[in-house]
């Protein structure tokens, strides 16, 4: 059986490591790193991961600001929230939840705010500063959070062939991206496929490490695995399940009992990524203060 990678373990280990740089900014810097995340509407998985994050902001110290706006929020009433929070000296690291209604726009929102407080990383600055190997980029959370498990985990990537099911711009770029990069937690050979690659099985089956972050629950079956091979599964799908108090559960991009079965290590659904992309999202907001009040 393959190695299970603990997510929520190494996730609580990175929320440490932050909790004490939350209380050396506020001792000797004078300082509380502050978040602020905008909902809008009543999309049910959005509200979830908000309070998550303004959960994860209150344990290790940071200051959490929750601003939920109505479903039919105007695109300036918007936008005027995100100037005052641009503006905002208590504010040092802000996202907008996606997805947002349809009268909205994403990209003047995403576009408006201002880089230095753009934690998600998804303003154009951040996204190009990654892909020029900047190091004090702010990564996406979700990639960052994959590169970390691997390094924590034991499963350093470099030199290592890595394929990647996903192109979106939030997950699988990103991490194609970084993990190519020379540096440390890159230096991997990459493959990103996604829906136009033909004979997948046949492309997954050579990877050393395979990352699945495509959104159908179960897509990777074991004959597309080659054994020994590191699954992380990005995948968070919800699938009706009346068994449940909830009436659904999580299930992952990976069919997880038979993979387990033959790949060396794995990510569990939950407790894989999910934490750690919210560990990764508070230790870019400790970056945003220490970069706003000059802290180094
Ligand atoms: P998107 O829907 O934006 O992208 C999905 C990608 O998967 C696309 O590139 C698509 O290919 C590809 N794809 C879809 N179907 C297939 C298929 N049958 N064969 C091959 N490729 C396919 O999804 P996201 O990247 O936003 O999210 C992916 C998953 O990760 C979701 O389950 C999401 O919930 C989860 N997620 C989890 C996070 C976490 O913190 N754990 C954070 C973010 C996302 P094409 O481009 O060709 O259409």
């Known amino acids: 059986m393959a190695e299970v990678i603990d997510g929520k373990r190494i996730a609580a280990e990175i929320r ?10 506020k001792t000797k ?4 790193p502050g978040l602020a995340v905008v909902l809008v509407g009543d999309h049910p998985a959005s509200a979830v991961y908000v309070r998550m994050k303004a959960k994860a902001c209150e344990e290790v110290g940071i200051y959490s600001r929750v601003i939920r706006m109505p479903q039919e929020t105007s695109q300036s009433e918007l936008e005027n929230v995100v ?11 802000m996202l907008v939840q996606l997805p947002l209604p349809p009268q909205i726009e994403e990209k003047p929102i995403i576009w408006r705010i201002a880089p230095e407080k753009d934690v998600d990383g998804f303003h154009p600055m951040n996204v190009g500063r990654v892909m020029i190997g900047d190091p004090d980029a702010f990564r996406p959370a ?13 499963h350093n990537p470099e030199g290592k062939r890595v394929t990647i099911v996903g192109r979106s711009n939030i997950v699988g770029r990103p991490l194609a991206v970084l993990l ?11 493959t990103l496929a996604h829906s136009r690659t033909p ?16 959104g159908v629950p179960e897509f990777v079956k074991a004959d597309s695995v080659k054994p020994g091979a590191v699954v992380i599964d990005v995948g968070t799908n919800r699938v009706d399940d009346p068994s449940t108090e909830k009436g659904y559960r999580l299930v992952g ?6 993979v387990s079965k ?30 706003i009040s000059s802290i180094p």
């Open 142 to 154: 979700t990639p960052a959070g994959v590169i970390e498990l691997l390094m924590r985990s034991g």
């Open 180 to 190: 190519s990069q020379k540096m440390k937690g890159g230096n991997a050979t990459v």
């Open 83 to 93: 100037d005052e929070l641009n503006g905002d000296e208590a504010i040092h690291g």
């Open 16 to 25: 440490q490591e932050v909790k004490q740089q939350v209380d050396e900014l």
């Open 199 to 214: 004979d997948l099985p046949a492309v997954l089956r050579e990877a050393d490490i395979l990352v699945a972050a495509i």
């Open 29 to 32: 810097g004078g300082v509380t």
């Open 253 to 258: 991009d990976v069919a997880y009992d038979e």
């Open 262 to 291: 033959i790949a060396g290590a794995i990510t569990p659904v939950p407790g894989g990524v999910g934490p750690m992309t919210i560990a990764m999202l508070l230790s870019n907001c400790i970056a945003a203060t220490r970069v």
